[in-house]
Structures are given as C-alpha cells and as structure tokens.
C-alpha cells in the first residue's frame, strides 16, 4: 500500500504517535477516560459528536467514564490511529472508510465510487442491518465498530482550472487518502494521483507538488485547501461514510453494562452529527462563495462510466457484491 514506505519522516511520526499514545494510557488509566483520535480540529462535526459521546457517558456514570479527543491529527494518520487502537494503544478513533478497506474487505463496497446515489441513500443503508453488520466485520481485526457518521460527497478540486469531463483530468497529480481504491479510481479518471496524508495536502498545493485533491466541502474548507486551489467541480464522486471505531482491548475491559452505554451513546450520537454536519457543509459553501474560487456543476455520467472496471477489481468476493447488491437496492426502493 501506498505510504507505507520507511522514512524519517514516517518513523519521527510515529513515534510522536507512540508518545502521545502512551500518555493517552497514562490518563486513560488515572481517570477512566477513553481516548479517541480525530484528522479533524476541534470544531469539526465528527470532533463534536465523539465529544457528545464523552458528554453522554459520563452524565450516565457520574463522570466516571468520558471521552478525551485528540483532535487536528495529534495522533498521526488515520492508518497510524486505526493501528494503534487495534493494539489497544488508544480506545477510539474516528475515520474515513477508506483506511479500513485494506484492514477489513466488507468494508470496501462503501467506498465505492458513485455507489450511493444521495446522502438520503447513504443514511439509509447505514441505517439499516447492513450498516451494522459492516461494523461487525472489524471485530476480527480487534476493533469495534460503534457508529458512521456522515461525510458527505466528495468532489475533485485544483489550482488550474474546472473539471468538467474527464478530458480535464489528464495528467492532473491529485492527491488522495492512503487508499488503493481512490489510487485507482483517480488513475481510471485519467489523472495521477498522489497517496498522501491529509495533514500533508495544503502544503504540497502551495508547494505545486501536486495540482489538487478530493473532499467533501467542510474538510476543502477546514483544511484552508480552497485558499490554494481554488477551482471546486462537483463530481461528487464518493458518498463514503466515516467510521467510529472502538479498541476490542478495551471494550472487552469493560463490564456489560458499560459496553451497553458505550454502544447506546455512540448510536446516540448519529443523529446529533448529522444536525451538526448538514450546518457545517452549509457553512462550508457560504465561506467558498465569499472567497475568489469558483465552482462547476458536472455531468457526472461519464466519470461514473469509467468506475466500472475499477469496481470489478475490487469487489472480488460474494459477500462484497452481496453488500454492493443490497445497497443499490434501497436506492431504487
Ligand atoms: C475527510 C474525512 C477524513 C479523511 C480526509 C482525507 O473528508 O473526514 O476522515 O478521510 O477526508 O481526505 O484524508
């Protein structure tokens, strides 16, 4: 996988990882607290719906259980995080399904370039049975699944200009997360994309290492990236969902009741990110529009035209197209 390679870079991160992780222990253990990680500041919705979490446990224990975040990345990549709460380094952390796909197969079909047809069709296979056996699936690779959370479409932005086929793609280095799918679904688009970590993105536009990037409008505007690249198409590509995940260490610590709670707060606070999310995206495209960038509507059939081949190469099990399957037919219903 992309980034996975050995660096200075990489090891001096990981061990400030590793640091802040052991102090996470520390605190955990003085004060009963859950540590979680988030890519996101600290007034982002996904930061703020963990934070409810935190709120809600420890209303219902007498504060003593709560929830501390990590925010702004402070704890590495979403990849570094998902390890360390694997190994039990960390309670929760909170992340793109993108990083989970190369963990846990079942986790892929979400990712899959224009599967889901709205947020409506996103919310609604997360909603369902389905959405909770996806979770399931991690608890194999030491992780609990708890809630997923919205992150809108993603669309492609850059410095040159308007996206508006793939024609426009060509040759552009756009960055995406540490994901095979995205590598390949931005190379099937006739770009060369860039496997790089998000906290890496603003400066590698400023720097031109690379011409632009992939997101939903809160992190394109939280991020500052709309300050450097400054043409937004709306491909509106992706509807993955994001993730909170639990270390299986350290719910199995827990007595039954509180997994109870744990679990009864984190679906509890799916409807609060929502409201909280729906306002940031608004807020996000208010913030654009008072900027000097532009913004263009897409025809997005043939950028969707050409996801064929790169789904094939990655729903390569029954039980994956069996997930691929049941989403498109709640689209239609
Ligand atoms: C954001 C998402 C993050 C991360 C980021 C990225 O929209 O919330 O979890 O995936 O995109 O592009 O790295």
Redesign the pocket.
């Known amino acids: 996988m992309a980034g996975s390679g050995f660096s200075r870079r990489k090891l001096l991160a990981g061990s400030i990882a590793l640091s802040a992780s052991m102090l996470a222990g520390c605190e955990r253990r003085m004060s009963g607290l859950l540590t979680s990680a ?3 500041p600290g007034d ?1 919705p ?1 930061v703020q719906a963990v934070e409810f979490i935190g709120r809600y446990l420890s209303d219902r224990t007498g504060g003593r259980l709560g929830v501390k975040v990590y925010a702004g990345g402070q704890l590495g990549s ?1 990849t570094d995080t998902l390890e360390i709460a694997s190994f039990g380094g960390l309670d929760l952390t ?3 399904f ?2 989970l796909n190369s963990i846990e197969p079942m986790t892929l079909p979400f990712s899959l370039p224009f599967l889901f047809q709205s947020v409506d069709h996103m919310r609604k296979v997360v909603d369902s049975p389905l959405g909770d056996e996806v979770l399931a699936s991690l608890e194999s690779h030491d992780l609990i699944g708890l809630a997923i959370y919205d ?2 479409a ?1 669309s492609f932005y850059n410095t040159r200009g308007p996206i508006r086929s793939p024609a426009d793609m060509k040759g552009l280095k756009l ?3 540490q994901s095979d799918l995205y590598v390949a679904m931005v190379n099937a688009l006739g770009a060369n994309a860039v496997p790089i ?2 906290n890496e ?1 603003y400066q590698a536009l400023q720097q031109g290492v690379i011409d632009g ?4 409008w ?2 394109f505007v939280t991020a500052r990236h709309y300050e450097v690249a400054k043409y937004y198409s709306l491909t509106h590509h992706l509807l993955t969902p ?1 993730a909170l995940v639990m270390s299986k260490q350290r719910y199995t610590r827990l007595s039954p009741s509180d997994r109870t709670l744990v679990r009864e707060a984190a679906r509890a606070s799916v409807p609060f990110m929502r409201q909280k999310w729906d306002a940031k995206v608004d807020q996000a495209k208010r913030d654009f529009a008072s900027s000097p960038g532009e913004v263009n509507t897409v025809d997005t059939a043939p950028f969707a035209a050409l996801m064929r081949p790169v789904w094939e190469a990655f729903i390569t099990s029954p039980r994956q197209r069996a997930v691929v399957e049941r989403t498109i037919a709640m689209g239609e219903a």
Do not use: F, I, K, M
């Open positions: 988030d890519a996101h982002y996904t979403e909170r992340v793109n993108a990083p992150s809108g993603r960055r995406v997360p970590p998000l993105v990037a992939e997101n939903n809160p992190s994001e």
